[in-house]
């Protein structure tokens, strides 16, 4: 049976040839469980990574590369992130500080690590790298908060390896509405700004891939009838199955899917878990209790000690009974039958707040692959949910670049 790193070494004349390149194998090879050794053979790919800081919880990485290497996860999209702040100049220069410090980190961790790992600049360099033996990471980018409605901004973003980035995160900002605004504050923007219309021009051009998790339904339309190519969403859920506002309806699920794109499924507790009754006032007591404003997420937390950091987001999670690995393939079979396994991903959201029960960090990645292939999905199809359908889009948008 070939391995994924000669299978790989075959097929980088095209894209659609890394839906059967892996490149962990060795951790898998010797066994005979049919899932193994799909999980062996496909190329695995997790399209959203928070980056931990040293002064950023959680203490223990759910997604470092000892993590990535037991699970046989071959390519991960770390995530260039800071969380929205006032909009001023101190919470600017405070965002784009942090932000810079996980570009870096990024850089350092290719660069400490030249056997383990390497930069992915493009759809690619992935499999040729995960073919090379090593993991293969892309740079995205979430939150443009901090860029204050500077467009060019993406250019020089882009020059540092960004290929994957969202406009939004928790909190409007000059570029977007989200899907989780400040206590109060609606919809100014109208989905997106001037600016963020803009940028989407601007990212179609320059050949990133443009994220639509966290955006309003507005936001999500309007993205998708400027952007001239597909997009993802890298790390959201199923509306129609529990009703969070980060989740996609059927219709943005629909309308992504015309499109070309792809919605990459987040183990997310609160996305897959309905919200408890006493919930909000709960939260509510949580968040005076460690003096932060009324809203949701991690706004606010950013002014917190990395201890009480941890306290909130330990009591925060803890609000929300745990959902378990079929719950969540429950999202990932409800795309498939609705637009098609061409349509779904995986995208973790690990290191900043996601993990269930059977999924809790990339190490048991192949209890995932295992579920799917209990649930009749073949090997191909397994393929393109792990990672070949975000491949697709990726290139799909360097394609377009100008």
């Known amino acids: 049976m070939t391995s994924k790193h000669d299978a790989a070494r075959l097929a980088l004349a095209s894209i659609g040839a890394a839906l059967a390149l892996g490149a962990s194998g060795a951790v898998f090879a010797q066994t005979s469980d049919p899932a193994a050794q799909i999980h062996r053979r496909v190329l695995t790919l997790d399209s959203h990574v928070d980056v931990l800081l040293p002064r950023t919880p959680p203490a223990t990485p759910q997604a470092g590369l000892s993590q990535l290497r037991a699970g046989g996860v071959d390519a991960v999209v770390l995530a260039v992130f800071a969380p929205t702040g006032p909009p001023t100049p101190e919470g600017y220069a405070a965002a784009r500080t942090e932000a810079l410090a996980k570009l870096a980190a990024i850089k350092a961790l290719v660069r400490d690590n030249p056997q383990d790992a390497e930069l992915a600049l493009s759809a690619a360099d992935v499999?040729?790298?995960?073919?090379?033996?090593?993991?293969?990471?892309?740079?995205?980018?979430?939150?443009?908060?901090?860029?204050?409605?500077?467009?060019?901004?993406?250019?020089?973003?882009?020059?540092?390896?960004?290929?994957?980035?969202?406009?939004?995160?928790?909190?409007?900002?000059?570029?977007?509405?989200?899907?989780?605004?400040?206590?109060?504050?609606?919809?100014?923007?109208?989905?997106?700004?001037?600016?963020?219309?803009?940028?989407?021009?601007?990212?179609?051009?320059?050949?990133?891939?443009?994220?639509?998790?966290?955006?309003?339904?507005?936001?999500?339309?309007?993205?998708?009838?400027?952007?001239?190519?597909?997009?993802?969403?890298?790390?959201?859920d199923v509306r129609a199955l529990v009703d969070a506002t980060r989740n996609l309806s059927d219709a943005e699920i629909d309308a992504i899917a015309r499109k070309g794109g792809v919605i990459q499924v987040t183990p997310f507790n609160a996305y897959l878990v309905p919200r408890p009754a006493g919930y909000d006032a709960r939260l509510a007591a949580l968040r005076q209790q460690y003096g932060l404003p009324p809203g949701a997420g991690d706004q606010g937390l950013a002014a917190l000690e990395p201890s009480r950091q941890a306290g909130f987001l330990d009591a925060y999670r803890a609000l929300y009974p745990r959902a378990d690995l079929k719950q969540y393939v429950d999202h990932i079979d409800y795309i498939a039958k609705r637009v098609g396994v061409d349509h779904v991903g995986i995208g973790s959201d690990f290191n900043h707040g996601a993990g269930i029960t059977g999924f809790a960090d990339e190490s048991e990645a192949p209890n995932l692959t295992r579920e799917l292939v209990a649930r009749g999905y073949t090997e191909a199809q397994i393929a393109q949910i792990w990672g070949g359908n975000f491949l697709r889009v990726l290139a799909a948008a360097e394609a377009a670049r100008r």
Request: aromatic fraction near 6%; avoid cysteine.
């Open 127 to 236: 499999p040729r790298i995960v073919g090379s033996g090593k993991i293969a990471v892309l740079v995205g980018f979430l939150n443009a908060y901090w860029l204050n409605g500077d467009v060019a901004g993406f250019d020089r973003l882009y020059a540092d390896g960004v290929r994957v980035a969202g406009l939004a995160h928790a909190g409007n900002n000059a570029f977007a509405d989200s899907s989780r605004p400040q206590a109060g504050a609606g919809e100014p923007n109208g989905g997106l700004s001037e600016a963020g219309k803009a940028a989407v021009r601007r990212l179609n051009d320059l050949g990133v891939l443009v994220d639509v998790s966290q955006l309003t339904p507005k936001g999500v339309f309007q993205t998708l009838e400027i952007s001239r190519v597909p997009v993802v969403a890298t790390h959201s």
